[in-house]
């Protein structure tokens, strides 16, 4: 478990791929540097957030770790494009004295999110992005969280559909702390959606499963009525 408050950025200092020791075979490994600071209290096993990304260190020193990055990993995160001396957001995983300033996050990447435009707004940006799988817009919310590359963003504004997009506004001390705030159009972040969405939709599908033998124009009826008293005001 995370909290989406990126800690420090680190390095990729090595890539190997095809590695069997620390992937499990047919992954690549990743050797990350320049983070010292978050390797104080490290442990082998210990769960460490590179880009979001939740995975496990195999190996350590005082400036460098590394964790293995399985085939399944690569397909859905951005982490299959990094190169050496490309740099990554990190986070390590919450402890029981951690404040909890951002939300709770898992390091499980939802799916990636191509970034359409980045615009400056006096001393912030607004990044727009577009998700590659648009089943996850469902999820998003004005005002709430999402995660990107690891980091917990307020989200700005939402607009769905095949098309849909949503944006994020990262502001001057953001941009300072986070790889997100130097990337351009066209290029990938990873998501994770808020969790609490998905705990809901599960519970309010089974309790209509159960009270209404699974009609679900009833719950159709229900917001529709909402949205017509929102729009009357």
Request: proline share 2%; with cysteine; aromatic share 6%.
């Amino acid at each position: 478990m995370f909290t989406g408050l990126v800690e420090t950025i680190g390095t990729v200092t090595s890539l190997e791929p095809l590695d069997t020791s620390a992937s499990g075979g047919g992954g690549t490994s990743l050797t990350i540097s320049d983070c010292e600071e978050i390797l104080t209290d490290a442990h082998l096993g210990d769960s460490i957030s590179v880009n979001g990304t939740c995975l496990t260190v195999t190996s350590f020193d005082k400036t460098w770790f590394k964790v293995g990055v399985a085939p399944e990993t690569l397909r859905r995160t951005n982490l299959g494009s990094l190169q050496t001396n490309s740099r990554v957001n990190l986070e390590r995983a919450v402890s029981a004295s951690t404040r909890m300033g951002g939300h709770f996050v898992q390091g499980h990447v939802d799916t990636t999110a191509k970034i359409l435009s980045v615009t400056p707004d006096g001393n912030a940006l607004t990044f727009r992005v577009q998700p590659r799988d648009k089943s996850v817009l469902r999820y998003i919310v004005e005002k709430g969280f999402v995660t990107l590359d690891g980091a917990s963003l307020t989200v700005t504004k939402v607009v769905d559909g095949e098309d849909g997009y949503w944006e994020v506004m990262l502001i001057a001390y953001t941009q300072e702390k986070i790889v997100t705030a130097s990337k351009k159009p066209g290029e990938e972040v990873n998501v994770e959606v808020d969790q609490v969405g998905k705990y809901v939709e599960k519970s309010v599908e089974g309790y209509f499963a159960r009270s209404a033998g699974g009609d679900f124009n009833i719950l159709e009826k229900i917001v529709s009525r909402i949205v017509e008293e929102k729009l009357k005001k």
